[in-house]
């Protein structure tokens, strides 16, 4: 099923060429040219995603996407002419998924659209495996438990993070710096030599021998990844 764009700019160049460019491209589109129409079809149109134009009449973007977010996480793009950090910040504030300055592309926009629809479909999906499991490993997210071979382990914060981040994505190589980023922040100032020492600390909790871990693997030059592809089956 095509997913549905709803596209609302009181620029009536912008809704006409972007709409041709997401229809091409397979989605069903509805259109609103100020921020009360928008309420309206946001309700009737139930949107997979909304395009939204920050200076309208009537009703501004900000409000709109306010109100989708009292009751909705549907994901929105915004789109201004505004290019000040502020307004890029404060939109992100009040939930928006990405923003655009204008002028922009046609093409660009398109190509934010699928990547927050992927990013959210992703989310979604990761969000259903509650309880990742394998013969000997048992991964509850919900109660932040892990059963290794028949016992409860004991983890700290950081460690169930990052054991829970590598199982979510088996087979997927992870560089030092990409879990630091993820787990710790961008403005980590700490020794990168911390991974090494938390991977460490997991191999002695759940591997049988962690000198030959079956679960958290090592990729010389580059990282770590999680083996384990094939749940319940291990």
Not at 18 to 23: G, K, N
Not at 37 to 51: L, T
Not at 150 to 165: A, D, N
Not at 215 to 233: A, L, M, P, R, S
């Given at each position: 099923?095509?997913?549905?764009?709803?596209?609302?700019?009181?620029?009536?160049?912008?809704?006409?060429?972007?709409?041709?460019?997401?229809?091409?491209?397979?989605?069903?589109?509805?259109?609103?040219?100020?921020?009360?129409?928008?309420?309206?079809?946001?309700?009737?149109?139930?949107?997979?995603?909304?395009?939204?134009?920050?200076?309208?009449?009537?009703?501004?973007?900000?409000?709109?996407?306010?109100?989708?977010?009292?009751?909705h996480?549907?994901?929105?793009?915004?789109?201004?002419?505004?290019?000040?950090?502020?307004?890029?910040?404060y939109?992100?504030?009040?939930?928006?998924?990405?923003?655009?300055t204008?002028?922009?592309?046609?093409?660009?926009?398109?190509?934010?659209?699928?990547?927050?629809?992927?990013?959210?479909?992703?989310?979604?999906?990761?969000?259903?495996?509650?309880?990742?499991?394998?013969?000997?490993?048992?991964?509850?997210?919900?109660?932040?438990?892990?059963?290794s071979?028949?016992?409860?382990?004991?983890?700290?914060?950081?460690?169930?993070?990052?054991?829970?981040?590598?199982?979510?994505?088996?087979?997927?190589?992870?560089?030092?710096?990409?879990?630091?980023?993820?787990?710790?922040?961008?403005?980590?100032?700490?020794?990168?030599?911390?991974?090494?020492?938390?991977?460490?600390?997991l191999?002695?909790?759940?591997?049988?021998?962690?000198?030959?871990?079956?679960?958290?693997?090592?990729?010389?030059?580059?990282?770590?990844?999680?083996?384990?592809?094939?749940?319940?089956?291990?």
């Amino acid at each position: 099923m095509a997913k549905k764009v709803l596209l609302v700019d009181d620029e009536e160049n912008i809704v006409d060429v972007c709409s041709r460019y997401l229809v091409r491209e397979g989605f069903d589109v509805s259109t609103a040219s100020n921020g009360i129409e928008a309420i309206k079809r946001y309700h009737s149109f139930n949107p997979d995603i909304v395009i939204l134009d920050i200076m309208m009449p009537e009703m501004d973007g900000w409000q709109v996407a306010e109100e989708i977010r009292e009751d909705h996480d549907t994901p929105i793009i915004m789109l201004t002419a505004l290019g000040q950090e502020k307004d890029r910040i404060y939109g992100l504030t009040i939930g928006a998924d990405d923003y655009v300055t204008k002028p922009f592309s046609p093409r660009e926009l398109l190509l934010r659209v699928k990547n927050v629809l992927r990013r959210t479909y992703s989310a979604a999906t990761e969000e259903q495996q509650d309880v990742l499991k394998w013969k000997d490993l048992q991964i509850d997210r919900n109660k932040r438990t892990v059963v290794s071979h028949g016992f409860e382990v004991e983890m700290t914060v950081k460690e169930f993070e990052l054991l829970s981040l590598l199982a979510q994505h088996p087979s997927q190589v992870f560089s030092k710096s990409q879990l630091i980023e993820t787990l710790w922040g961008y403005e980590y100032m700490g020794d990168a030599n911390t991974i090494n020492v938390h991977i460490r600390r997991l191999r002695e909790k759940i591997e049988k021998d962690p000198s030959e871990p079956r679960w958290i693997k090592t990729v010389w030059g580059i990282g770590y990844k999680f083996e384990g592809e094939h749940h319940d089956e291990d």
